[in-house]
Nanobody
Framework: QVHLVESGGGLVQTGGSLRLSCAAS?????MGWYRQAPGKQRELVAG???????NYADSVKGRFTISRDNAKNTVYLQMNSLKPEDTAVYYC??????????WGQGTQVTVSS
């Protein structure tokens, strides 16, 4: 069983910044963030492997940065230049061949115009 603890999120104005974090209870290979806006499907925002390889959705490239602290089993998502269209519930996701696939409880990010 993998436990995830998310933090961060909240309300910010357009152009502002927020930082999300997600701590896992075990060592995990792939960690990432997804988001789901009302009426839309959940989509990948960014992911990072234990070795540091990253991938981003085109819509957030250049504005969001994903990073991780392997010693703390924690992944971060620094979100800059936020736009109203970034408003969504953000979910931490971790994947590992040994542990499987787990989701965090989700944290609301709201960007006001």
């Amino acid at each position: 069983q993998v436990h995830l603890v998310e933090s961060g999120g909240g309300l910010v104005q357009t152009g502002g910044s927020l930082r999300l974090s997600c701590a896992a209870s075990v060592i995990i290979n792939v960690m990432g963030w997804y988001r789901q806006a009302p009426g839309k499907q959940r989509e990948l925002v960014a992911g990072i492997t234990r070795g540091g390889s990253t991938n981003y959705a085109d819509s957030v490239k250049g504005r969001f940065t994903i990073s991780r602290d392997n010693a703390k089993n924690t992944v971060y998502l620094q979100m800059n230049s936020l736009k109203p269209e970034d408003t969504a519930v953000y979910y931490c996701n971790v994947q590992d061949m040994g542990w499987g696939n787990y989701w965090g409880q989700g944290t609301q990010v709201t960007v006001s115009s």
